[in-house]
């Protein structure tokens, strides 16, 4: 049985494995913080023994990093363990699961979920997008060479008029030589955004927006795709303050989009609903497009605002969101403690920013860990 792969052709090992990992995400709602959107499923499907082991996030790294890998015992022909996650912010995320005897696979599972604070908010403290792992990467005859060669790291935030997006893009060269529709073919940043996600796709606010900065210091801003009522062509409602600092190898594009660019007249999102989100730098070293770099999909190797991700735009604080749930975790375990429950409670609690509040909670953690043992 193959892992259940929701990023077709970024699966790595073996393709006949004894187990399946599959993610669900519902529907998140920051009015009731405590019951995360994100559930990982482990089964035994192929193994005529009980399966034990141990499943270890991979990517994204700034995650992988804190986050602790989770044990599982005994689970027998056709049954399975769930695993609660906190609140993640990604494309894709890579796990690797190593059953005991030391056999390893991995996969990567979809997540597509990203979240944008309210602009000027105190703490502005929404996970940043990254783009820098290789399976982002698409190669139209260049190859990536790492992070100083093309990547970025990016944040939203909103208010009641606009959405604000910066991106900090590390290029080692930086060559756009195009205008209007054609920046893509130089480098430039692009946007998907659909305002009215929620109808899937009979969406009619769905965005394609595009912005370059040429070697004169000229910047352009595109829409190649508009919602109705609203055309494509030069986008003259946005601001963008692209600015490139050779030195540094970095280029910064700081927008602000109104948000009535972004759909049509008269439709209003309601409050809590996601936005559809992608983010897409193209890579021109000055011998032509050699490739792109994608978070979620739908622009680069084909218009589908389907596989735009799900942005999330917060009222109040990601940190308070965190706090919230990872308490959660740590009261049920207290009623359920199985070296699963644990394990995943404490990976609620290593996400915390370090304070009193993370201290008090691992301290309890370690309280649940000596019983159970």
Do not use: C
Not at 114 to 128: M, N
């Amino acid at each position: 049985m193959q892992f259940v792969n929701e990023a077709p052709g970024k699966v790595t090992g073996t393709d006949i494995v004894p187990v399946s990992l599959e993610l669900s995400k519902s529907a998140f709602n920051e009015a009731d913080p405590e019951k995360t959107n994100l559930k990982l499923l482990l089964k035994n499907t192929a193994g005529d023994q009980p399966v034990s082991g141990v499943i270890q996030l991979l990517q994204p790294e700034g995650y992988a990093g804190k986050l602790t890998p989770i044990r599982f015992r005994g689970i027998g022909l056709g049954q399975s363990v769930t695993i609660e996650l906190p609140y993640l912010a990604s494309d894709t995320l890579q796990y690797r699961v190593t059953l005991d005897g030391g056999v390893t696979y991995t996969a990567s599972v979809k997540l597509g979920q990203s979240f944008a604070s309210r602009f000027g908010a105190k703490p502005s403290d929404a996970p940043a997008i990254d783009l820098s792992r290789a399976d982002q990467y698409f190669s139209l005859g260049g190859k990536w060479k790492g992070a100083d060669d093309l990547s970025s790291s990016s944040n939203v935030s909103w208010d009641d008029k606009n959405l604000y997006v910066s991106v900090v893009v590390h290029d080692d060269v930086h060559h756009q030589t195009w205008s209007n529709g054609d920046i893509w073919q130089g480098d430039s940043i692009q946007l998907g955004i659909d305002w009215s996600r929620k109808d899937g796709s009979s969406s009619r606010n769905v965005s394609e927006l595009g912005f370059g900065l040429n070697g004169q210091g000229g910047v352009t801003q595109w829409r190649w795709r508009a919602p109705d009522g609203l055309a494509t062509g030069a986008l003259t409602g946005a601001k963008a303050n692209i600015t490139r600092d050779e030195t540094k190898g970095q280029t910064v594009y700081d927008l602000t989009i109104p948000i009535d660019q972004l759909h049509g007249p008269g439709y209003a999102k309601a409050p809590g609903d996601p936005i559809g989100f992608t983010l897409l730098m193209n890579e021109n070293d000055g011998a032509g497009r050699s490739g792109f770099m994608e978070y979620n999909g739908g622009i680069g190797t084909g218009k589908d605002a389907a596989l735009f991700g799900d942005m999330y735009l917060l009222k109040g604080s990601f940190t308070e969101l965190l706090e919230e749930s990872a308490e959660t975790a740590v009261e049920s375990v207290k009623k359920q403690s199985d070296m699963t429950r644990v394990d995943a409670a404490a990976n609620f609690v290593q996400l915390l920013p370090e304070g009193k509040a993370k201290q008090k909670l691992l301290k309890e953690l370690e309280k649940i860990r000596k019983k159970a043992l």
